[in-house]
């Protein structure tokens, strides 16, 4: 199984492909279905939806599974994917004071209007190792669903079907509190997928971008803003998560619109304080939006940080920078690259080391060098 | 594996279409870096995808094709590319650069004089020769647009004060049809000078950074170099391959896995083997 | 060799009255309308060869913003320039490509900045900074481009031994010769000097101006020298213009707006420097 035998690297990627296969099936377990991985693992499902830039929960899951559980390498398996698929139709914008909440929380107002939901969420409970589920009981799984749906609580259930709620950040809009960003005609709306990005970029490309970049390396840009290489002090007007409507004009008559179906999404707004841009700078609350597939708040948080910081006149911090942080945060273009360094160089080594011999021929011994 | 859910040559026929039309852009403006919206591949980005999307968007069904990585045909990296390209095509392959109407490559150009009817494809790492002086791509392509390239000439300036020559080994920046600089993709210096009003069309592909470029046939392209100071290739000190004896092809330095000798053989390996056949015809 | 003619430049969206409602009469160059700043209006500037023009003024005045227009770091709102040097004086150098402008800034002109680190390459050598605008005048040969660094150096009396050194390691005085250097490399016709001596010691400025003459006097180079120093500004310069909230109040022979200042203004700035 040599990496670069003569002759042998047909032979070889055959044998490393079974060999992979049999560390994957080797535990003496039963095959992991893939609507449980859908099911049970619904945040690392909608993680690999996000970065991998296609809504598709199920085939998610069946990358996770694929990947052995590498997220970035499932990302990249649904990547691949959805580059073969035509672009038939593009979605109307989808305005998520639509949405079909699940959670929603703001940090700005102790209350706001339609209330603070909490929905599912960890945030506040001890991070305690469940030892219990190392032994799950299925019955009592099941049942525990059963009694959920059947109890005494019904506007936990009923909070689903709540229609509406306003925005918070509307009501800062309405009091011209709050400096939108400009916005472009949805007509002019560039195709991440389609297109290169290129600098300055517009607004569009770089919420696309963020929208599928991954996780860990908007975060520690994201944080490394919030804690001091730049100045964003975010406070979230509002983070929402559920589910929104995917519409489409019909394509004979486009004045018909129909609902394809819909998508869960995580939205934060984010509002940070005013900029100063010397004279003439307006007394406005500055916003930072973030929006990914699936429920993941902290890189919605981190994407409407980075949409902020990104602003910036003059950029000052890697944060603000956006050909720093777009240019990086894509996890399929990073994680392959960091990964090619495996490949053979040794054309290239070959070339370094003869122009080192020739440096060391012409200045005597290597040792005079240093 | 035939290939059934996927179009002829995986990428859809818009796709193709598109990436057509901009290597056409990239040949009217030779070494200029076009933009293009790279699509993800099922190969990871940084391992040819660049290299591999243009091969898909111009592969007939009339073309035979060859891939070869660091030279080498049979390298993991090669085999893996040619075996995608055969299953998503169907079209005959080869390990004989005369025979291939299609050579794609990483850093390397075959030894054996390419010709007219054949086209070379680059994977390419880093397509723009400045990010040696300047991190920022709006800064580069405000560098190209103006022809400022004193950042980089500086740089071998100061590389001869350092070290008495210019230290830049594989990825050597040239100037193509004296106006824009260009970066070669990793080859060696030794390959440089076949880039030179070739015969063949040479296409570059950089997946990842979403880049594409072209050096069109009976093209100038001159090594950056200092008019005392010229830009010279590897030099291996007359030592001959093992295999074939050649010492004009640029070797590989390999120590032996049983005896830990050190030897040199061809890095082009099927040139190597038909060399050692005799099938070369020497001029 | 260089004139100079309308030359407008508004920071700020601009509205249209700027011109007219900013200026020394109304004291002020921030238009009260629109709130931009009018940092030049239609100046006119002539230089002849081998001429030192000075330009005098405090901060804000608009002379520094002048001289940016013409090394073109910032574009013009309004107005036209033509240099001897380029197409016979004929064509605009301000509606012309980047790529010609390039050209004109690396064949026709050289500057020297008040911030070493405007001017320089930090990074780069002292004789790398030689070698940057050398190249750029089509300079591609090694030696040479070493021994015109070599000469360059001695010239600005810079030791020659620390030619491979970077300027950041320089004092400020070495530093502004390196920039000197470096603007001479490709014998410029015309040279700018923006506030050269400024923020050095006096001892060092004293160096700095007897080089500037030196040069003069040997080379006969034409040059516009920028500075609210009328000290500098007598030193140095034969003609003299004073600005103000971005317009040339007064100009003349340096001697005669001296000894016989008109407009008020310049009185003060006189009478300020005694």
Redesign the interface.
Same mark, same amino acid.
């Given at each position: 199984m040599a990496y670069v035998a003569v002759k042998g690297g047909e032979k070889a990627i055959k044998e490393a492909e079974r060999l992979a296969q049999y560390f994957r099936c080797r535990g003496d377990s039963t095959p992991i279905a893939v609507r449980q991985i859908q099911d049970q693992m619904r945040l690392a499902v909608d993680r690999v939806m996000g970065e991998g830039g296609l809504y598709a929960p199920e085939l998610a899951a069946l990358a996770l599974k694929q990947a052995e559980g590498d997220t970035l390498e499932a990302a990249f398996l649904l990547r691949a994917f959805s580059s073969t698929l035509p672009r038939r139709h593009y979605s109307l914008p989808a305005g998520s004071s639509d949405m079909r909440i699940m959670r929603r929380i703001s940090s700005a107002f102790k209350d706001i209007p339609g209330g603070q939901f909490l929905g599912p969420t960890k945030d506040y409970t001890q991070r305690l190792m469940a030892f219990d589920l190392l032994e799950e009981d299925s019955h009592a799984f099941r049942s525990f669903v059963s009694e959920y749906v059947a109890g005494d609580v019904p506007d936990r259930v009923s909070l689903i079907q709540q229609p509406r709620f306003p925005k918070v950040v509307d009501l800062l809009r309405l009091e011209g509190l709050l400096a939108d960003p400009a916005v472009e005609s949805p007509a002019n709306y560039a195709d991440l997928t389609r297109q290169a990005i290129r600098f300055p970029a517009t607004r569009s490309m770089r919420l696309q971008a963020l929208a599928r970049g991954e996780n860990g390396s908007m975060l520690a840009l994201a944080y490394s803003s919030m804690r001091g290489y730049g100045a964003v002090h975010p406070c979230i007007g509002e983070l929402r998560v559920g589910h929104v409507k995917l519409l489409v004009p019909h394509p004979l008559d486009p004045t018909e619109i129909i609902t394809v179906g819909e998508v869960l999404l995580t939205e934060v707004e984010l509002v940070a304080r005013m900029r100063n841009e010397g004279?003439?700078s307006v007394a406005q609350l500055t916003l930072g939006y973030g929006v990914c597939f699936g429920h993941n708040e902290v890189k919605a948080i981190a994407m409407a940080t980075l949409d902020r910081s990104m602003t910036a006149a003059n950029p000052g911090a890697p944060a603000e920078d956006e050909e720093f942080v777009l240019y990086h945060i894509d996890g399929i273009e990073s994680a392959g690259f960091a990964a090619h360094w495996k490949l053979p160089h040794y054309v290239d080594f070959q070339a370094d080391l003869n122009r080192l011999r020739s440096v060391v021929d012409r200045k005597g011994k290597a040792n005079d060098l240093l | 594996m035939t290939s059934y859910s996927y179009n002829y040559g995986f990428l859809d026929e818009q796709t193709k279409k598109e990436i057509r039309r901009k290597l056409l852009q990239a040949v009217a403006i030779p070494g200029y870096q076009v933009p293009y919206g790279s699509r993800e591949m099922p190969i990871a980005r940084g391992w040819g995808t660049g290299g591999l999307q243009i091969t898909l968007s111009i592969i007939g069904k009339q073309d035979t094709l060859k891939v070869i990585d660091q030279g080498c045909d049979f390298s993991v990296n090669a085999c893996n590319l040619r075996n995608f390209i055969a299953a998503t095509t169907g079209n005959t392959v080869t390990t004989d650069t005369a025979e291939a109407s299609i050579v794609q490559t990483r850093h390397r150009i075959p030894e054996e004089a390419m010709r007219e009817d054949q086209i070379l494809v680059f994977q390419v790492p880093y397509p723009e020769i400045l990010r040696w002086v300047e991190p920022s791509e709006r800064e580069t392509r405000r560098m190209h647009?103006? +022809?400022?390239y004193?950042?980089l000439?500086?740089f071998l @300036?100061?590389d001869?004060? +350092?070290w008495g020559e210019i230290t830049l080994s594989y990825r050597y920046p040239v100037l193509v049809n004296q106006r824009y600089a260009m970066d070669p993709s990793p080859i060696p210096r030794h390959d440089v000078p076949k880039l030179h009003q070739a015969e063949t069309l040479f296409l570059f592909g950089a997946g990842r950074e979403k880049r594409l470029y072209a050096v069109p046939p009976y093209t100038e392209v001159v090594p950056l170099q200092?008019?005392? @100071?010229h830009f010279t290739i590897e030099n291996f000190g007359g030592q001959p391959c093992r295999s074939c004896g050649s010492t004009s092809s640029y070797l590989n330095e390999v120590y032996d896995g049983e005896t830990g000798e050190r030897y040199f053989s061809c890095s082009d390996t099927s040139h190597c083997a038909k060399n050692s056949r005799g099938a070369i015809r020497h001029e | 060799m260089l004139s100079v003619r309308n030359l407008s430049k508004i920071y700020?969206s601009g509205c249209g009255l700027c011109l007219e409602l900013t200026g020394p009469g109304v004291g002020s160059n921030i238009c009260p309308k629109c709130?931009s700043i009018v940092a030049c209006a239609r100046i006119d500037l002539d230089v002849y060869p081998g001429e030192i023009v000075g330009i005098v003024g405090e901060s804000g005045s608009g002379k520094s913003t002048l001289i940016k227009l013409l090394h073109f770091d910032q574009e013009p709102t309004s107005g036209y320039a033509y240099v001897q040097g380029f197409e016979d004086g004929q064509v605009d150098m301000f509606a012309v490509s980047?790529?010609k402008k390039?050209w004109l800034r690396n064949h026709q002109l050289g500057i020297v900045y008040q911030n070493p680190n405007a001017g320089l390459?930090m990074e780069?050598?002292c004789?790398?900074n030689i070698?940057?605008k050398l &190249?750029?005048a089509d300079w591609?040969?090694?030696?040479? &481009?070493r021994s015109r660094a070599t000469e360059l150096m001695q010239k600005t009396e810079l030791p020659v031994q620390r030619m491979?050194e970077p300027p950041k390691r320089f004092s400020g005085g070495m530093q502004q010769r390196v920039q000197i250097a470096k603007a001479l490399a490709n014998n410029p016709p015309l040279l700018l000097l923006d506030e050269v001596t400024t923020g050095l010691d006096v001892s060092v400025q004293a160096q700095v101006l007897r080089l500037i003459r030196q040069i003069q006097s040997t080379l006969q180079i034409a040059m516009v020298v920028v500075s609210h120093d009328f000290a500098v500004i007598r030193m140095l310069t034969e003609r003299t213009l004073v600005m103000r909230n971005g317009r040339v109040v007064e100009s003349g022979l340096t001697d005669q707006v001296m000894e016989d200042p008109h407009h008020p203004y310049t009185q003060l700035l006189i009478n300020s420097m005694l």
């Amino acid at each position: 199984m040599a990496y670069v035998a003569v002759k042998g690297g047909e032979k070889a990627i055959k044998e490393a492909e079974r060999l992979a296969q049999y560390f994957r099936c080797r535990g003496d377990s039963t095959p992991i279905a893939v609507r449980q991985i859908q099911d049970q693992m619904r945040l690392a499902v909608d993680r690999v939806m996000g970065e991998g830039g296609l809504y598709a929960p199920e085939l998610a899951a069946l990358a996770l599974k694929q990947a052995e559980g590498d997220t970035l390498e499932a990302a990249f398996l649904l990547r691949a994917f959805s580059s073969t698929l035509p672009r038939r139709h593009y979605s109307l914008p989808a305005g998520s004071s639509d949405m079909r909440i699940m959670r929603r929380i703001s940090s700005a107002f102790k209350d706001i209007p339609g209330g603070q939901f909490l929905g599912p969420t960890k945030d506040y409970t001890q991070r305690l190792m469940a030892f219990d589920l190392l032994e799950e009981d299925s019955h009592a799984f099941r049942s525990f669903v059963s009694e959920y749906v059947a109890g005494d609580v019904p506007d936990r259930v009923s909070l689903i079907q709540q229609p509406r709620f306003p925005k918070v950040v509307d009501l800062l809009r309405l009091e011209g509190l709050l400096a939108d960003p400009a916005v472009e005609s949805p007509a002019n709306y560039a195709d991440l997928t389609r297109q290169a990005i290129r600098f300055p970029a517009t607004r569009s490309m770089r919420l696309q971008a963020l929208a599928r970049g991954e996780n860990g390396s908007m975060l520690a840009l994201a944080y490394s803003s919030m804690r001091g290489y730049g100045a964003v002090h975010p406070c979230i007007g509002e983070l929402r998560v559920g589910h929104v409507k995917l519409l489409v004009p019909h394509p004979l008559d486009p004045t018909e619109i129909i609902t394809v179906g819909e998508v869960l999404l995580t939205e934060v707004e984010l509002v940070a304080r005013m900029r100063n841009e010397g004279k003439g700078s307006v007394a406005q609350l500055t916003l930072g939006y973030g929006v990914c597939f699936g429920h993941n708040e902290v890189k919605a948080i981190a994407m409407a940080t980075l949409d902020r910081s990104m602003t910036a006149a003059n950029p000052g911090a890697p944060a603000e920078d956006e050909e720093f942080v777009l240019y990086h945060i894509d996890g399929i273009e990073s994680a392959g690259f960091a990964a090619h360094w495996k490949l053979p160089h040794y054309v290239d080594f070959q070339a370094d080391l003869n122009r080192l011999r020739s440096v060391v021929d012409r200045k005597g011994k290597a040792n005079d060098l240093l | 594996m035939t290939s059934y859910s996927y179009n002829y040559g995986f990428l859809d026929e818009q796709t193709k279409k598109e990436i057509r039309r901009k290597l056409l852009q990239a040949v009217a403006i030779p070494g200029y870096q076009v933009p293009y919206g790279s699509r993800e591949m099922p190969i990871a980005r940084g391992w040819g995808t660049g290299g591999l999307q243009i091969t898909l968007s111009i592969i007939g069904k009339q073309d035979t094709l060859k891939v070869i990585d660091q030279g080498c045909d049979f390298s993991v990296n090669a085999c893996n590319l040619r075996n995608f390209i055969a299953a998503t095509t169907g079209n005959t392959v080869t390990t004989d650069t005369a025979e291939a109407s299609i050579v794609q490559t990483r850093h390397r150009i075959p030894e054996e004089a390419m010709r007219e009817d054949q086209i070379l494809v680059f994977q390419v790492p880093y397509p723009e020769i400045l990010r040696w002086v300047e991190p920022s791509e709006r800064e580069t392509r405000r560098m190209h647009a103006e +022809r400022d390239y004193g950042k980089l000439w500086v740089f071998l @300036y100061e590389d001869i004060v +350092r070290w008495g020559e210019i230290t830049l080994s594989y990825r050597y920046p040239v100037l193509v049809n004296q106006r824009y600089a260009m970066d070669p993709s990793p080859i060696p210096r030794h390959d440089v000078p076949k880039l030179h009003q070739a015969e063949t069309l040479f296409l570059f592909g950089a997946g990842r950074e979403k880049r594409l470029y072209a050096v069109p046939p009976y093209t100038e392209v001159v090594p950056l170099q200092f008019e005392d @100071y010229h830009f010279t290739i590897e030099n291996f000190g007359g030592q001959p391959c093992r295999s074939c004896g050649s010492t004009s092809s640029y070797l590989n330095e390999v120590y032996d896995g049983e005896t830990g000798e050190r030897y040199f053989s061809c890095s082009d390996t099927s040139h190597c083997a038909k060399n050692s056949r005799g099938a070369i015809r020497h001029e | 060799m260089l004139s100079v003619r309308n030359l407008s430049k508004i920071y700020g969206s601009g509205c249209g009255l700027c011109l007219e409602l900013t200026g020394p009469g109304v004291g002020s160059n921030i238009c009260p309308k629109c709130h931009s700043i009018v940092a030049c209006a239609r100046i006119d500037l002539d230089v002849y060869p081998g001429e030192i023009v000075g330009i005098v003024g405090e901060s804000g005045s608009g002379k520094s913003t002048l001289i940016k227009l013409l090394h073109f770091d910032q574009e013009p709102t309004s107005g036209y320039a033509y240099v001897q040097g380029f197409e016979d004086g004929q064509v605009d150098m301000f509606a012309v490509s980047n790529q010609k402008k390039r050209w004109l800034r690396n064949h026709q002109l050289g500057i020297v900045y008040q911030n070493p680190n405007a001017g320089l390459n930090m990074e780069f050598s002292c004789g790398g900074n030689i070698a940057d605008k050398l &190249i750029a005048a089509d300079w591609y040969n090694y030696t040479r &481009i070493r021994s015109r660094a070599t000469e360059l150096m001695q010239k600005t009396e810079l030791p020659v031994q620390r030619m491979d050194e970077p300027p950041k390691r320089f004092s400020g005085g070495m530093q502004q010769r390196v920039q000197i250097a470096k603007a001479l490399a490709n014998n410029p016709p015309l040279l700018l000097l923006d506030e050269v001596t400024t923020g050095l010691d006096v001892s060092v400025q004293a160096q700095v101006l007897r080089l500037i003459r030196q040069i003069q006097s040997t080379l006969q180079i034409a040059m516009v020298v920028v500075s609210h120093d009328f000290a500098v500004i007598r030193m140095l310069t034969e003609r003299t213009l004073v600005m103000r909230n971005g317009r040339v109040v007064e100009s003349g022979l340096t001697d005669q707006v001296m000894e016989d200042p008109h407009h008020p203004y310049t009185q003060l700035l006189i009478n300020s420097m005694l």
